[in-house]
């Protein structure tokens, strides 16, 4: 049985180091293409990705000596997950290595965006000085929504502990999960009660696109818009109708639909003009797939996939 590793992107290095104390042959080659992972990836025990590539059934059917696919990072929609099981592959993921840091940004973003600290410091530093125009709002006393009670939306309401907000939160695929920080609850109480939403669920057939017209204009209120889960996850067409109408007070999205499967780059030759008017409005707050991006989550990454494998191999001696 071959005892190779192909890390297909790059890892903290401690993650390399560990897996070669036990045993591990581990190769990373910075120049292969999707065609030359297809060609190599029978040779290998083990994968660990974050999104340079898709693991669809085409380069997974090629795989007959994987036994575990290791992603660095929360979301999963990079690997056929449903063709992975068949072949026995053992699929693991870390979203315990940038809960922390998704939960600080949502909180830094939403202060952001409801205190106009983007817009004034572009002011400030081109000669504006307005602070009437620049009042903000305070989370006290809102109704914070969480949608998506996993690693990163109880991470979000455990940094919202002390704003003296009244968080609730919907999940559907979990129940008893009320506790200190949030308030289990239906998605229709959201509707009724919210001043802030917040989205931590992962992208798949069903959330995409979920927050579009229907879901926007659910809510009895209008509302502040939060995304750091997956871009495809909110309609950018229906949300740019939903901020000129001002049901949509604001947003603070750190993922847009219009990012490459890697998050690297956007699609830059197919941009829409729903793109440019959030880059042009004040009541919007972007930032570039950063969200659990900090230099503590790299090591974080490794450290529990680390822990993961040396579990699943344990299970098989």
């Not at 699929?91 to 949502?106: D, F, H, I, K």
């Not at 305070?138 to 991470?155: D, L």
């Not at 939060?226 to 109408?245: F, H, M, S, W, Y």
Request: a negative charge.
């Amino acid at each position: 049985m071959t005892n190779r590793i192909l890390f297909i992107d790059t890892a903290h290095p401690i993650l390399k180091d560990e897996l070669e104390k036990m045993g591990f042959q581990c190769d990373y080659f910075g120049n292969y293409k999707r065609v030359d992972f297809i060609n190599c990836i029978n040779e290998y025990f083990g994968v660990i990705i974050r999104s340079k590539i898709t693991l669809d059934k085409e380069i997974l059917s090629k795989a007959e000596n994987l036994k575990f696919i290791g992603r660095l990072g929360a979301g999963m929609e990079s690997i056929d997950l449903e063709y992975a099981t068949e072949k026995g592959i053992k699929c693991l993921s870390t979203p315990e290595g940038n809960r922390n840091g998704v939960g600080e940004q949502a909180i830094g973003m939403l202060i952001s965006l409801m205190n106009n600290v983007v817009t004034a410091n572009n002011q400030i530093k081109n000669g504006i000085w307005l602070r009437e125009e620049n009042r903000g709002i305070e989370i006290s006393g809102k109704t914070i929504g969480i949608i998506g009670y996993g690693n990163m939306g109880s991470s979000f309401a455990k940094k919202l502990a002390g704003f003296d907000a009244n968080v609730i939160a919907y999940d559907k695929y979990k129940t008893n999960y009320s506790d200190a920080y949030v308030k289990e609850t239906s998605l229709e109480e959201l509707f009724e009660k919210c001043d802030i939403v917040s989205i931590h669920v992962p992208l798949t057939e069903e959330t995409r696109y979920m927050v579009s017209e229907k879901f926007i204009y659910s809510f009895k209120k209008p509302f502040y818009l939060v995304n750091t889960a997956r871009g495809p996850v909110v309609n950018t067409i229906d949300l740019v109708e939903a901020l000129k109408c001002k049901k949509i007070l604001g947003a603070a999205l750190d993922v847009i639909e219009y990012e490459e499967t890697s998050f690297e780059v956007i699609k830059g030759d197919s941009l829409p003009s729903a793109y440019q008017y959030l880059c042009d409005s004040c009541n919007v707050v972007l930032t570039p797939h950063i969200a659990g991006w900090t230099h503590e989550s790299l090591r974080k990454h490794a450290e529990v996939m680390i822990e993961k494998i040396k579990s699943e191999l344990s299970k098989k001696v």
